[in-house]
């Protein structure tokens, strides 16, 4: 690929910034031998060149990024366009390409609002590297910039390298992680970052360096006095490249915090890391997650540890780990007294009661000390301990003495802001004893106070929390009040359908049985059964036919299974003649309670079975000769005077004498 051409010497004075998108104009329309010949053909196409170039010149913002974006190709970009007066611009994952890239580079030539710039995975190549770093020699006001994944490789890396090295942007954070950087690209950065004075942050993960890789930025560690953040995560940095690092660790003098983690150091690189930690008081962030570091390089970072004075935060998860180690790690805090450990992230290594008593005791001395370990071996079977919230505790103790949240923290924040460092709060509640708050309780109260891992607890969200208690405080007594109430109808319905059911069971509890009489049968089918035959539910049949002979020969109507026989049907005899039935029908009364059932009579002749409720209504069953049942409901107000008083003088007479039912059953056989 054609290298842009139009990158002024270090010495060289631009006048304005209109000669730079005249360069990018310049090479886009140089980008092969015979388009220039065909250029040099036509005189009308060398003036309309100058026409768009003197036009480029007096356009900025919108309408230059138009014309741009018109002159390369591509789709304009309407994210861009409303928000080019503001100072974050983030077009992460928008598909520019290298054409799209050079549209916004020459864009930016003029723009003094944009200080952040987000192009993350968007595929611009090495080419749309080199017209960003061309308009960055001309912008001064673009301070951070990723351009991460976006495959720049070996030729993107040289470009960046010499806009390092001249020393001209205003660069301060820079994001070039997985950007296919292999070993011969890291001596670039190391030449160049040597004498660089401008970048603070560098991310340079997800990339390809190992042994060689790490030599060179060892060196220029050791040689490098402005670099405060540099991530080399995710390498394969290892052996003779971890060893450098360490040894350029050891005498840097500005670098705050490094990411080493998901590497391969091992211990080698730990003894590195761990020589380097007695000489260096600058570090304040060490991570080495992931390394293959076991208990032997654990206890030679620990030597380190016992020395180091200004170390915070050390991360050790995902090593082969064991208890020994961590004992080893918080043994060489407690040999130190100048130690400001905050943080040692084990969280992987599975401890014991051992390890929490130490821990118990290096935390009288450091209260600021946090070490994030994983379960408890021993305990699992155990019922964890119930603590009280310490929310609730902190609430409570303001109750009682009429206190504000200002007044509780008052000797914390100092400057008033209702922020504190989480170490500096740690520290506090660990030595206040107004409250009795443990370990476990302090540190539950800041993973509340500062759920984001920012590193500031914000109490003023105890103020939301104080509000949201009494809120939810209210919430529950009106639940508690609900509850109540619903369990009080409950129990006064359950109640009152007991008192309706013993009341119809009480008033009809007289049982009355014929002599001789069988209890009657129900059907195999029918899933009520009955036991007994209440004062209420006596069956009382009326039979009326031609002659008694006639009702002697006849069959049993009902047999045991389906009823009643001829000698319990005769009984009615004498009241169907005051009913004033007629003689040529065959009518049955049956009066019971509703659920009670009766089977079919055997005979063709239409029966009518009428079961009268005591309360409610009464229902009908009609069958014909041909098996067809019809039911209709007639209502207790429509019965006769005349059907009341019959149920009620054959249930007296029923009662007064049953012998003389016995005697006329006897007659009727």
Sequence with gaps: MKQISFIP?????????????????????????????????????????????????????????????????????????????????????????????????????????????????????????????????????????????????????????????????????????????????????????????????????????????????????ANNEALEFLNLSWNHLRMKGAVALGAGLRVNGTLKILDLSWNGFGNEGALALGEALKLNNILVQLDISSNHINNEGAGKLAKGLEVNGNLKILKLSHNPLTVEGAIALVTSIRKNPKSKMEEINISNVLVNGSFLKLLDVVCQVHPELDVIYGEVRGFISKKPEQRPDPMTLIQNYLDERKLRLWDFFRNMDKNGSMKIPVAEFRKAMMQQSRIPLDRAQIGELVHKLDRHRTGMVDYRSLVDTQKQMVQDQRWQLKREESRQKKEKHKSERVLQTFKSAVEMVTSRSSLVMCSGQKPLALPKSDPAHFSTTSLSSWCQPAITGESTSSQNSAEPAFNEQKGPSNHQLSQSEPHSASRGMSTSDLEVKFYSQPNLSISEAQTHSQYSISIATSDLETYSKTQSSDNATSYRVMPRETRSSAHESHYLARNCHAVSSPQKHGHSAKSSK
């Design 9 to 221: 010497d270090q010495n060289e004075e631009m006048s304005e910034g209109s000669l730079s998108v005249e360069s990018l104009l310049l090479a886009d329309q140089s980008n092969s031998p015979a388009e220039e010949k065909m250029r040099a053909d036509s005189s009308d196409t060398d003036l309309e060149i100058e026409d768009t170039e003197r036009s480029f010149a007096t356009m900025k913002g919108a309408e230059l990024y138009l014309e741009a974006c018109k002159l390369v190709g591509v789709v304009p970009v309407s994210y861009f366009l409303r928000n080019m007066e503001e100072p974050y611009m983030n077009l992460n994952h928008h598909g520019l390409g290298p054409q799209g890239a050079k549209a916004i580079a020459i864009a930016l030539v003029s723009n003094t609002t944009i200080t952040h710039l987000e192009l993350e995975d968007n595929w611009i190549l090495a080419e749309g590297v080199m017209c960003l770093v061309q308009m960055l020699r001309e912008n001064c006001y673009i301070q951070e910039l990723n351009i991460s994944n976006n495959h720049i490789g070996t030729e993107g890396a040289e470009a960046i390298s010499r806009m390092f090295l001249d020393n001209i942007s205003s660069l301060r954070a820079v994001q070039l992680s997985g950007n296919n950087f292999r070993e011969e690209t890291a001596q670039y950065f190391a030449e160049a970052l040597v004498g660089n004075y401008r970048v603070k942050e560098l991310d340079l993960s997800h990339n390809e360096f190992s042994e060689k890789g790490g030599e060179h930025l060892g060196q220029m560690l």
